[in-house]
């Protein structure tokens, strides 16, 4: 049966009207400014936040990508992060277009574009536009991208609950970098969804655990021990590295026995005292069901809390070489 559908052809202001039409809500824009090496500048238009379509960061996920969190005007671990973004760019054999110093300046000058104070920035390094292809040989050049999002996020102190997934996990390869091929991640937290959940824990071929969706997980045991899975499959977290650092501040109280990392099994896992999501935007998310179990008692636990303060406070007044400070226009 034919369709009687006229579809319109728009002048470039008409469809640069459109786009702002979208956004003109009277709202507060969530993302309040971009960066582009394909322009080569900063746009506060959030109309104008777009890439090109033949980007094999778009059709092929040629890409990469990696974020920090911005506290009160400083943006947190950026250098550990983009220490990160750098050897996942490299596993995907992707060439920035800049030195790492002036990758850092850009993120820094966007953020400062923005005004925002308090968030998120996230970056990505694609493969670039050229065409349609499998190979990136026909792109001029790989491209960076950046935007800042604004968010009044909060230290998370509820706790939540988790299903072990069903959907098998990146092979590690591509755990191990950041890439913009998420389709496994976005799947595990629907099928959570789906079931009640607030998102999953994915275990290897071998039955340990290996981490969240988007990020990693902390079981404290009945004898107060700290451990995380080993990172040799799964993304190295910078949040949870900044945790194993800040911890043994608690072995030192006598509130913790030990902190370390290794292999754990489902059945381990599940007799623990107490389970955490450890991540950027987080920085700690309290677990305390698992595949319709408790975990532990039940409730949040008092060094899953106490740990979640050392990482909040490392977030708003660590030392300087964690926290760069956003030069704001006065």
Not at 182 to 203: D, H, R
Not at 215 to 220: K, L, R, T
Request: with cysteine; charged share 20%.
């Amino acid at each position: 049966m034919a369709v009687d559908l006229s579809i319109p052809v728009y002048s470039a202001s008409q469809v640069l009207e459109k786009l702002q039409g979208k956004w003109d809500s009277g709202k507060k824009q969530p993302y309040p400014a971009m960066y582009s090496s394909f322009f080569g500048g900063i746009t506060l238009d959030p109309a104008m936040m777009s890439i090109p379509i033949d980007d094999h960061m778009v059709h092929r996920g040629h890409g990469v990508f990696d974020t920090a969190m911005l506290m009160d005007g400083y943006l947190y671990e950026l250098d550990t992060h983009l220490d990160r973004f750098l050897r996942s760019a490299a596993k995907a054999k992707i060439s920035s277009p800049f030195p790492r110093e002036t990758l850092k300046t850009i993120l820094i000058q966007m953020t400062a574009a923005s005004k925002c104070k308090k968030g998120s920035i996230r970056y990505w390094l694609s493969a670039g536009p050229g065409n349609f292809l499998l190979s990136s040989a026909g792109c001029p050049a790989p491209t960076f991208y950046a935007v800042v999002i604004d968010d009044g996020f909060s230290q998370c102190k509820e706790g939540v609950k988790v299903i072990t997934s069903t959907v098998p996990m990146k092979p590690p390869l591509f755990a191990t970098m950041k890439s913009v091929n998420y389709l496994p991640n976005v799947l595990s937290v629907m099928e959570a969804e789906e079931k009640g959940a607030f998102a999953s824990i994915w275990a290897d071929e071998q039955g340990y655990v290996a981490e969240g969706p988007n990020v990693n997980v902390a079981f404290i045991s009945k004898d107060k021990e700290l451990l995380l899975p080993s990172f040799d499959k799964i993304l190295s977290g910078c949040t949870a590295k900044r945790l194993l650092a800040l911890a043994p501040k608690l072995v030192e109280k006598g509130q913790l026995k030990s902190v370390g990392t290794g292999d754990i099994t489902i059945e381990e896992a599940k007799k623990s005292a107490e389970m955490m999501y450890v991540g950027s935007g987080l920085p700690l998310l309290p677990i305390i069901e698992w595949d319709d179990h408790p975990v532990g008692d039940g409730r949040v636990g008092e060094l899953t809390l106490a740990l979640s303060d050392l990482l909040w406070e490392d977030m708003t007044s660590g030392p300087g070489l964690q926290r760069v400070c956003v030069p704001y226009a006065e």
